[in-house]
């Protein structure tokens, strides 16, 4: 689909280099202006050496194990993963556009911007999924050194893969839109780097765990059914593999009613919200009819009682003034629900009160939150348990699948920032929310620090648990796993430090350009995260206590650190708080 003339386009591109370099004024804005432009530079360059990266980690797994178990266990968590993140991109596409307004602005109908989002979508991002399908199952074919027709049937196998992962990410899209995929994804990346810097010490017994439950893994999820169907094109493959040729068929044959779905929801129209009522302070809410001394006010009263109420409440305009020379506008909510609200409340000042309700305006529900967390991970144990009957593989796969899920919750609960860091389109620019209010880096960050503080007791008691299961069905020693978590859970929390300066950094223009500014950041802020994780992963895996100990309190110190470096380079007033949109 086409909405513009490249004829047209050509000669306008040259008609404006002409004007640029006849004038010297306009060259002089030109380099200005180019130095915000083409910040997706590095993500050309990047993304298509992901899918060799891709296949260096399935070639390097293969051959760690030394079986294809491993490697398609590995191709079907990573699919999961994309599977995750492409509902998001897909959804963001289809209903936040960037360009939606200039798109509204034209004479086209919902059908033809439809159109229009969705091939942007399959060319800009799931077309790379298939490319990273194709070098992953090549990477295979390259280690079993299969024949010519095999790897004709890798490649087929890599393609049908990859269209029931669209079939998958237009269903998901389509009837379960508000599912856990960023969660999943955010996880995903911060599992990734656990394994990148601590590859030697948890990278053996990962991998053995990993062939051990890849068969289950394989089965239980939808994205592993076209990377079973690999034992077909082994010499002792079973062919009953290639019933799961039945459920891909439904998966593709549902794809065009997702897409119909996903079409009809497409219905661009104003919002028109409606007339909020009246926020009263408790000294006055009671019935606003009380107002004695405003006649108008008991008229409207008059005549509502004769129709139907409204929805709205709204007060007399004497009660308005006195709530307003009063100054009882101006009183601060206190947050006096449950216990965590309370003590919250008590811990923090006055001025971060203030802060607590800018970020979270609906307040934050902690219990309510961590039973949801903790309802999820008794499902996972009764799950393993039940499926430790059929086979201990089985019981590994399920747990790894839900461990995995349920530590991405309870971590997201832990760094939770609320509305702090949403970010606003203004005039073709990103402002983050913070920005907009008299809010600086310092009091905020103790607002988010505190109330990481007040849930490390439950992530701790949530990480020696999970630990503690692991530990049983892997037939680990109980108290070392014990341990272990404990640790973990400090280390995630310390994190904190960390995500926090990356939630401030991705409202600036920080990290943007080769300034000699720029790039020192960057570097000491990958230097302290590779510190971060190499002291963490050693912490977790050196089996001497004093050692493994001071490794732990050198992680937590070199994350405190990051975060007082980024926050210096901030405090400086060198970046800008706006940046160009993705697109």
């Not at 199952?137 to 010519?148: P, R, V």
């Not at 593709?252 to 661009?268: C, E, H, P």
């Not at 307040?363 to 201990?392: H, M, Y």
């Not at 600036?508 to 971060?532: E, P």
Request: net charge positive; with cysteine.
């Amino acid at each position: 689909m086409k909405l513009h003339s490249p004829k047209f386009e050509k000669s306008l591109k040259r008609g404006v280099k002409r004007t640029i370099r006849s004038s010297k004024s306009l060259k002089a804005q030109y380099r200005r202006a180019k130095k915000g432009l083409n910040r997706q530079i590095p993500n050309r360059f990047l993304r298509p050496i992901w899918p060799l990266a891709i296949g260096l980690i399935i070639w390097s797994v293969s051959h760690a194990t030394g079986r294809v178990q491993a490697a398609l266990g590995m191709i079907t968590l990573y699919t999961a993963v994309v599977l995750c993140s492409h509902v998001v991109t897909l959804l963001a596409t289809l209903y936040r556009p960037p360009d939606f307004w200039a798109l509204f602005l034209l004479p086209m109908s919902d059908r033809e911007i439809f159109q229009w989002e969705f091939e942007k979508f399959l060319k800009r991002h799931a077309a790379w999924s298939l490319a990273d399908l194709l070098c992953a199952s090549g990477a295979l074919a390259l280690y079993l050194d299969s024949s010519l027709a095999h790897w004709m049937g890798i490649c087929l196998l890599a393609i049908l893969s990859w269209i029931s992962l669209l079939g998958m990410v237009f269903f998901c899209a389509a009837r379960w839109p508000r599912g856990p995929y960023q969660v999943v994804v955010g996880g995903s990346w911060l599992f990734g780097l656990v394994i990148l810097w601590g590859g030697k010490l948890i990278g053996p017994p990962l991998w053995h765990l990993l062939d051990s439950a890849a068969p289950v893994i394989g089965l239980v999820l939808p994205t592993g059914w076209c990377p079973s169907l690999f034992q077909l094109l082994m010499p002792a493959g079973q062919w009953i593999v290639a019933l799961l040729l039945i459920p891909i068929a439904m998966i593709i044959w549902t794809t065009k009613d997702s897409l119909a779905v996903l079409r009809s929801r497409f219905k661009f129209h104003e919002i028109i919200q409606p007339e909020v009522p009246d926020l009263v302070p408790e000294k006055y809410g009671t019935d606003p009819d009380d107002d004695e001394a405003d006649p108008e006010s008991h008229a409207e009263t008059a005549t509502a009682r004769e129709v139907p109420p409204p929805i709205t409440r709204r007060v007399g305009v004497t009660t308005t003034e006195e709530i307003i020379q009063s100054r009882q506008f101006m009183a601060q909510e206190v947050w006096n629900g449950d216990f965590f609200q309370k003590l919250l409340w008590k811990w923090f000042t006055n001025r971060e009160r203030e802060l607590a309700e800018f970020a979270f305006a609906e307040k934050l529900t902690i219990p309510k939150s961590w039973l949801k967390v903790l309802r999820n991970f008794l499902v996972v144990v009764v799950s393993a348990w039940v499926a430790q009957l059929g086979s201990r593989s089985l019981a590994l796969g399920v747990l790894c699948i839900g461990v995995f899920i349920t530590a991405a919750h309870a971590v997201g609960l832990v760094w939770t920032s609320g509305r702090t860091f949403r970010r606003m389109g203004s005039s073709g620019v990103n402002i983050p929310m913070y920005a907009v209010y008299p809010v600086t880096l310092p009091e905020l960050s103790r607002v988010l620090f505190k109330i990481s503080a007040i849930q490390l007791p439950m992530l701790i008691a949530y990480a020696s648990a999970a630990a503690c299961l692991i530990a049983y069905f892997t037939s680990y020693p109980l108290l070392l796993a014990l341990v272990m978590g404990i640790k973990a859970g400090i280390l995630a929390c310390a994190a904190r430090f960390i995500t926090v300066s990356l939630g401030f950094s991705a409202g600036t223009n920080d990290s943007n350009g080769l300034r000699l500014r720029s790039l020192a950041l960057v570097f000491l802020f990958l230097g302290g995260t590779i510190m971060f994780f190499g002291f963490g992963g050693a912490s977790l895996f050196i089996p001497h206590p004093l050692i493994a100990d001071l490794l732990l309190i050198l992680a937590v110190i070199d994350a405190y650190a990051l975060f007082k470096v980024y926050a210096w380079f901030h405090a400086t007033n060198k970046f800008d708080l706006m940046n160009m949109p993705r697109r």
